[in-house]
């Protein structure tokens, strides 16, 4: 994936290894970082504020050493928001024999960015799956991958769990069916009561699996954000679907009322 500085600053978890192309190297993205002559606002979410925002590099990684691209090291970098001129800090090793780009540390954090955003999904999971999300963004934010795939696993089984017990009060499924399928089996046979995109991308709970048990903190911590991405687009059809039931309920309502008035 090229590298983005929206991605980097807002989504990447501290101490992922950012591999640089050689064709990045001297982009307009990439130096950013670097020179102030490279202006490039970055669109994110402000936490303090709780509102989306643009982002202006008011310090640059050679604000004490010009030639910091070229020799590396540690350094920092500022950006600003726009409307409320809030300071968000990151601190980053830069490489360039390998070229390679690490945030060791930032604040506010990836999970302050996002945490704020997560609250609207309070209408559509339980409190205890929305502290799961939780802690799987603080986790990864922190550095830890494979805990943060068992909490994100959670709520993917939870979503299972949830259409399972719809369709078992439409006796839609027969309990033993269930129980004996595996998860992209059990998927199929929830196909009606669940949300498009989880059908689609079935094979994430596969991929959750093989993080926890097989892969290494740095491989998670890498794909963490695709797989995060994927629980909210999930959680953005339950969400869209509710905000649609709510306005026609409420539109009934009002229309009831209305008809009531005119007979009158």
Not at 40 to 54: F, H
Not at 110 to 123: I, P
Request: net charge neutral; aromatic share 14%; charged share 30%.
């Amino acid at each position: 994936m090229a590298f983005n500085l929206e991605i980097f600053f807002f989504d990447t978890p501290i101490y992922t290894v950012e591999k640089i192309g050689d064709s990045e190297i001297n982009s307009s993205e990439f130096d950013a970082l670097f020179y102030f002559n490279d202006k490039r606002d970055v669109e994110g979410y402000n936490p303090w504020r709780k509102v989306a925002s643009t982002f202006s590099i008011t310090r640059r990684l050679t604000y004490s050493e010009s030639d910091f691209k070229i020799k590396g090291g540690y350094a920092s970098v500022i950006i600003s928001c726009k409307r409320y001129h809030d300071e968000f800090i990151f601190y980053i090793f830069w490489n360039p024999s390998n070229k390679t780009i690490i945030k060791i540390g930032q604040f506010p954090t990836v999970a302050d960015f996002h945490l704020g955003e997560m609250k609207q999904y309070n209408k559509v999971i339980s409190t205890e799956m929305l502290k799961e999300l939780t802690r799987a963004i603080g986790l990864a934010a922190n550095g830890v991958g494979i805990g943060s795939y068992v909490y994100l696993r959670r709520i993917f089984e939870y979503l299972i769990g949830e259409a399972y017990t719809k369709a078992k009060v439409d006796s839609a499924i027969l309990e033993a069916d269930f129980k004996k399928a595996r998860m992209d089996e059990k998927i199929d046979l929830l196909h009606s009561y669940l949300p498009n995109f989880l059908i689609e991308s079935k094979s994430m709970y596969s991929i959750l699996s093989v993080g926890i048990h097989e892969l290494d903190e740095q491989t998670c911590l890498a794909h963490f954000d695709t797989l995060r991405v994927g629980i909210e687009i999930i959680l953005d059809e339950k969400l869209e679907e509710f905000r649609r039931k709510e306005k026609i309920e409420t539109a009934k309502q009002k229309l009831a009322a209305l008809k009531g008035q005119i007979r009158k």
